[in-house]
Every structure is written in structure tokens, then in C-alpha cells.
């Protein structure tokens, strides 16, 4: 799947939003234990102002678009997958969220590689140059998730560590 316009990929992007905050929502909804149910309606949230933000984003909001470099504990790539169970402790809801988002994070990431390999796909430079500036933004979004899950595991799980 490729993408030949900004308002695609916004579209799509907002779509995975929205499917985001349902994702989260309902699992705060099973969840059992109050910390779980906590962290899930809170990124729940935070997913729904991420596609509020997308549904306002405008072109002039891309071109000054600057990524900030964020530290990456690599928790992700060791931290094995969990499988939700209403019965689940906090730890194990945290490293189904970093998943999560790590598994957002190569899919933009991919999008705009793509973008780069293919130039037929769109019509002129300003447009690529333009999808890019999305793509490199949707990353960022999900990367500052991931961030936050990170540290929180870190701060929380392997504090003793």
C-alpha cells in the first residue's frame, strides 16, 4: 500500500488512531487491576488527542515540523510479547503497549522508505517532500509513546535493576 496524497495518509493515520483508542479502551474497560485499567484509559486518551491532532494538521504545520531525537532504551527488541488477560499486571499491560507502538513506529517508518524507493508514486517533489514531512511526524508521535513506556518500565520494572 502506497500513498499519493497527504490527505490519504492522514486518513489512514487516523484511522489507526481511532483504532488505537478503542484498543486501549477497551482493555482499561476488562482490566481488573486498577493500575492496568489506569495506564490503558490514559493512553486511550492520549491516542484520541493524537487523531485530534491529525484531523487539524495542515501543511504549514509539516513544513516546520522539526523531530526531536529521543533516547531509545531498546526495551522493545528484549521484552518479550504479552498477551492481554484481565488479570494482567501493570508490567505486563506496559510491554504490550511498548509492542504496541514499536509495531506503529516501523509501519510509518516503512511507509516513508517506501516513499523514498518509489518516486513514480507521487507526482512532483513537493508532494514526496511533503509525505515524507507526515511520515517523519507520525513517527515522532508514536516514538515519544514509545519513550514514555520505556521510561515508565524503567522507572517502575527495572528499578531494582
Known amino acids: ?3 499519493k496524497s497527504l490527505k490519504e495518509v492522514i486518513a489512514f493515520a487516523i484511522g489507526r488512531e481511532a483504532q ?3 484498543f486501549y ?17 490514559e493512553l486511550a486518551a492520549e491516542e484520541k488527542k493524537h487523531q485530534e491532532l491529525l ?3 495542515t501543511p504549514e504545520q509539516l513544513k516546520n515540523f522539526q523531530p526531536t531525537k529521543l533516547e531509545d532504551l531498546g526495551l522493545d527488541s528484549i521484552l518479550k510479547d ?5 488479570d494482567m499486571e501493570y508490567p505486563g499491560a506496559l510491554r504490550m503497549a511498548l509492542k504496541r507502538e514499536t509495531e506503529s513506529i516501523r509501519l ?3 511507509f ?11 507526482q512532483t517533489s513537493v508532494e514526496r517532500k511533503q509525505l515524507k514531512q507526515l511520515f517523519d511526524f507520525l513517527v ?9 513506556l520505556e521510561n515508565e518500565y524503567d522507572a517502575v520494572v527495572l528499578k531494582d535493576y
Open 20 to 22: 488505537a483508542a478503542n
Open 82 to 86: 504479552t498477551q492481554f488477560s484481565p
Open 25 to 41: 479502551q477497551v482493555f482499561a474497560a476488562r482490566s481488573e487491576k486498577p493500575a492496568t485499567k489506569s495506564m490503558f484509559a
Open 112 to 122: 516513508a522508505e517506501q516513499l523514498m524507493k518509489d518516486k513514480t508514486e507521487c
Open 140 to 148: 515522532a508521535q508514536e516514538q515519544q509513546h514509545k519513550n514514555k
Open 108 to 110: 510509518y517508518s516503512f
Open 1 to 3: 500500500m502506497m500513498f
Open 55 to 57: 484531523e487539524k494538521l
